[in-house]
């Protein structure tokens, strides 16, 4: 086990964690070592190349404008994204302040687009060069955006982060069942425990709290937001008008809980489209499923503080088994491996905020994911729009009626979550390349865009 509910929980800015987010943090590293090893000054020039799903996907996903920022010296935790308009004129008008303190000119063939060719280590690649001004190459270095905001460095070791440090360390959903079992304890125990090993208790907890606030500041600016979304599909954002419906609806509608549900999702996702402040989860095209399914626990499920800590360390615990054994990115496996996997994670935390067993747990966020098997990820224009938005309410809907199943269930289940994990996997490796972020399939090809 080598990844933390930190690493999965983000807090970042839109449209996109594997296609806005990880090329920032990619940009940023790469001037960053430019600057540790003093070579920033003698930059003349960059170029940055993309490849496969970034290239197809990437002006609509805001690529282009992650990679100036990053190269800038910002990064996605920290820039208010109000600022982001100003700092892109400044560099079109100004040039590129490489890491904020040399400038340089970058002109947008300086960004190229290579969208017939794929780099070795996965479809989202990306390769920066730094030239001398004689010509010659000061630096380059190839990155790979994995999914939620991971990055990896083509030759780079794996993460140093070991297992050793980490009390009850877990591979597989049966290993996290067979643990609880062995030392009496709840799946959210047993991560809380394993986090201990890199930062105190209370600063876990404020950690998540900090995350939950950041969703919550997401959901309600999505709530009171009107208007059209970027991107050039003239979609208009919805969540306001439904929310301002359903407070005025009387009566007592059973499904009033679903229809929040939905407007909860749909409002953390229109901000995400509008390239607001949201939080990955595990990746911000499914940025509107756990913190939905979070409202709605303490809403409708008298829910708490504590239950809300449960919900994030158990959620996380099986975003844990998708990302080390499977994949989160839509660019890899299609949107199972963000809409799907969210809805896993959601169900399962939903069933350990309610003070449901382990069993019941993994019983539901394989159930979650068993009914998202072969999801694409064929997004309209390339925008994080269509299907994306309510694709997230329809994901936390899902998660809830997961959740109740298992709980509900009295008679074991078939198939277990770890089947399900490599089933997700190996779905995603067989599906065709253009329904995985490519726009080139699907709705991105039959819808025609106005």
Same mark, same amino acid.
């Given at each position: 086990?080598?990844?933390?509910?930190?690493?999965?929980?983000?807090?970042?800015?839109?449209?996109?964690?594997?296609?806005?987010?990880?090329?920032?943090?990619?940009?940023?590293?790469?001037?960053?070592?430019?600057?540790?090893?003093?070579?920033?000054?003698?930059?003349?020039?960059?170029?940055?190349?993309?490849?496969?799903?970034?290239?197809?996907?990437?002006?609509?996903?805001?690529?282009?404008?992650?990679?100036?920022?990053?190269?800038?010296?910002?990064?996605?935790?920290?820039?208010?994204?109000?600022?982001?308009?100003?700092?892109?004129?400044?560099?079109?008008?100004?040039?590129?302040?490489?890491?904020?303190?040399?400038?340089?000119?970058?002109?947008?063939?300086?960004?190229?687009?290579?969208?017939?060719?794929?780099?070795?280590?996965?479809?989202?690649?990306?390769?920066?060069?730094?030239?001398?001004?004689?010509?010659?190459?000061?630096?380059?270095?190839?990155?790979?955006?994995?999914?939620?905001?991971?990055?990896?460095?083509?030759?780079?070791?794996?993460?140093?982060?070991?297992?050793?440090?980490?009390?009850?360390?877990?591979?597989?959903?049966?290993?996290?069942?067979?643990?609880?079992?062995?030392?009496?304890?709840?799946?959210?125990?047993?991560?809380?425990?394993?986090?201990?090993?890199?930062?105190?208790?209370?600063?876990?907890?404020?950690?998540?709290?900090?995350?939950?606030?950041?969703?919550?500041?997401?959901?309600?600016?999505?709530?009171?937001?009107?208007?059209?979304?970027?991107?050039?599909?003239?979609?208009?954002?919805?969540?306001?008008?439904?929310?301002?419906?359903?407070?005025?609806?009387?009566?007592?509608?059973?499904?009033?809980?679903?229809?929040?549900?939905?407007?909860? &999702?749909?409002?953390?996702?229109? %901000?995400?489209?509008?390239? +607001?402040? $949201?939080?990955? @989860?595990?990746?911000?095209? /499914? !940025? #509107?499923?756990?913190?939905?399914?979070?409202?709605?626990?303490?809403?409708?499920?008298?829910?708490?503080?504590?239950?809300?800590?449960?919900?994030?360390?158990?959620?996380?615990?099986?975003?844990?088994?998708?990302?080390?054994? &499977?994949?989160?990115?839509?660019? %890899?496996?299609?949107?199972? +491996?963000? $809409?799907?996997? @969210?809805?896993?994670?959601? /169900? !399962? #935390?939903?069933?350990?905020?309610?003070?449901?067993?382990?069993?019941?747990?993994?019983?539901?966020?394989?159930?979650?994911?068993?009914?998202?098997?072969?999801?694409?990820?064929?997004?309209?224009?390339?925008?994080?729009?269509?299907?994306?938005?309510?694709?997230?309410?329809?994901?936390?809907?899902?998660? $809830?009626?997961? @959740?109740?199943?298992?709980? /509900?269930?009295?008679?074991?289940?078939?198939?277990?979550?770890?089947?399900?994990?490599?089933?997700?996997?190996?779905?995603?490796?067989?599906?065709?390349?253009?329904?995985?972020?490519?726009?080139?399939?699907?709705?991105?090809?039959?819808?025609?865009?106005?």
């Amino acid at each position: 086990m080598h990844t933390s509910l930190f690493d999965l929980f983000k807090i970042g800015i839109g449209p996109s964690s594997s296609h806005t987010v990880g090329p920032m943090r990619a940009a940023y590293r790469f001037a960053e070592k430019l600057s540790d090893r003093q070579l920033l000054e003698n930059v003349a020039s960059v170029r940055v190349e993309l490849f496969g799903s970034l290239a197809l996907t990437g002006v609509g996903h805001g690529t282009d404008r992650g990679i100036l920022l990053g190269l800038a010296g910002k990064q996605p935790d920290g820039i208010d994204p109000c600022e982001i308009p100003a700092l892109l004129a400044g560099i079109q008008k100004f040039g590129l302040p490489l890491f904020g303190r040399h400038t340089i000119p970058f002109a947008p063939e300086d960004l190229v687009f290579i969208k017939d060719m794929l780099l070795p280590g996965h479809s989202n690649g990306m390769r920066f060069t730094a030239f001398a001004g004689d010509g010659q190459t000061l630096d380059e270095r190839v990155f790979y955006s994995v999914g939620g905001g991971f990055i990896t460095e083509e030759g780079d070791a794996p993460a140093e982060r070991t297992e050793r440090a980490i009390l009850y360390p877990f591979r597989s959903a049966g290993e996290l069942l067979r643990i609880g079992e062995d030392h009496s304890l709840p799946i959210h125990l047993i991560m809380l425990t394993n986090e201990r090993a890199w930062r105190p208790l209370e600063k876990i907890r404020e950690g998540i709290l900090k995350i939950w606030k950041a969703m919550q500041e997401c959901t309600s600016r999505g709530l009171e937001t009107c208007g059209e979304l970027p991107g050039g599909l003239a979609l208009q954002r919805r969540a306001a008008d439904l929310a301002r419906n359903l407070r005025k609806a009387r009566g007592s509608d059973p499904l009033t809980g679903m229809d929040w549900l939905n407007v909860w &999702a749909i409002a953390v996702n229109e %901000e995400n489209a509008a390239g +607001g402040r $949201v939080v990955t @989860a595990p990746t911000n095209g /499914a !940025a #509107g499923i756990i913190p939905s399914v979070a409202h709605y626990y303490l809403r409708f499920l008298s829910g708490n503080d504590e239950g809300i800590l449960r919900y994030f360390l158990s959620a996380a615990a099986i975003g844990v088994l998708y990302k080390e054994n &499977a994949s989160i990115s839509g660019a %890899e496996v299609g949107c199972q +491996g963000e $809409v799907g996997v @969210a809805c896993s994670m959601a /169900a !399962a #935390g939903l069933v350990s905020a309610l003070d449901g067993t382990n069993e019941q747990i993994e019983h539901a966020a394989e159930i979650a994911m068993e009914h998202n098997l072969g999801m694409t990820c064929d997004p309209v224009g390339g925008l994080v729009q269509i299907p994306c938005i309510e694709r997230n309410a329809f994901g936390a809907v899902k998660a $809830v009626n997961a @959740a109740r199943m298992a709980m /509900a269930e009295t008679t074991g289940h078939k198939v277990s979550l770890d089947q399900v994990i490599r089933t997700m996997y190996q779905t995603g490796l067989d599906m065709q390349t253009r329904y995985k972020e490519t726009a080139l399939g699907g709705l991105a090809l039959n819808v025609i865009e106005c």
